[in-house]
């Protein structure tokens, strides 16, 4: 089945501590995403990547960092920096960046720091 | 800049009644729209879109009209399942070369039977 993975599903860490958030994809997309979800809040973009080994920052990019060595992966970092790390975050990807590409979304990480 | 704006929840419908969620966005030019779906403790579900002014998206007899005169995509169905409860997510995408999907904030959907 081609898919969007993310793991794990909860992550609990301790404050202060760097976590890191894994994206998988084998839909053979392009691009890559990360969004931030919020109680009560739409999602915001955090990062994207349009091909491998190039990424771009989104909305609140601060107090994160990605890498996209490989198509398929897209891990997400979130650094002691980040003052409210915890959240939903969503991964997603699409063929490529043109206005007809539908993004398709992985099924999330819930993150709380303690 | 982008921005949508949806009907606030929590809307609470009984089985089988007809359902609208409103959506309007303001953009520059003419931005791609989007319905999402988030069931509870997944992610998002692409609903259905629609690229242009006057075109319908449909999918799982849900429906939404992009009218540009009223820059509104309303989300209808006309008779509503307990598997339909849910949160939606209205979205924009502008066509300027920029990536970013543009979300509202979300309605949450119950439906009882």
């Known amino acids: 089945d081609g898919g969007i993975t993310q793991s794990p599903k909860y992550l609990f860490r301790k404050e202060g501590q760097n976590v890191t958030l894994s994206c998988e994809q084998n839909?053979?997309?392009?691009?890559m995403y990360w969004y931030r979800q919020d109680p009560g809040q739409g999602l915001r973009l955090i990062y994207y990547?349009?091909?491998?080994?190039?990424?771009q920052k989104g909305d609140i990019a601060e107090g994160y960092s990605v890498s996209r060595e490989k198509k398929e992966s897209f891990p997400l970092t979130v650094t002691s920096a980040q003052k409210n790390p915890t959240a939903f975050y969503l991964c997603?990807?699409?063929?490529?960046?043109?206005?007809?590409?539908?993004?398709?979304f992985g099924p999330g990480t819930r993150l709380t720091v303690l | 800049g982008d921005s949508v704006t949806q009907m606030e929840g929590p809307v609470t419908l009984s089985e089988e009644a007809f359902l609208t969620i409103n959506c309007t966005y303001t953009?520059?030019?003419?931005?791609?729209l989007f319905w999402y779906v988030q069931y509870p403790g997944e992610g998002l579900q692409l609903l259905l879109k629609?690229?242009?002014?006057?075109d319908k998206g449909s999918n799982k007899g849900f429906e939404a009209t992009y009218r540009k005169e009223t820059t509104s995509f309303h989300l209808e169905k006309g008779s509503v399942q307990v598997s339909d409860s849910a949160v939606y997510f209205c979205?924009?995408?502008?066509?300027?070369?920029?990536?970013?999907?543009?979300f509202g904030t979300g309605t949450r959907l119950t439906i009882i039977p």
């Open positions: 997603a990807s699409s063929i490529g960046t043109g206005e007809w590409d539908t993004q398709y």
């Open positions: 629609a690229t242009k002014a006057d």
């Open positions: 839909l053979n997309h392009d691009a």
């Open positions: 990547s349009q091909i491998v080994n190039d990424f």
């Open positions: 953009a520059t030019g003419y931005p791609s």
């Open positions: 979205a924009l995408r502008d066509n300027f070369g920029n990536e970013k999907l543009t």
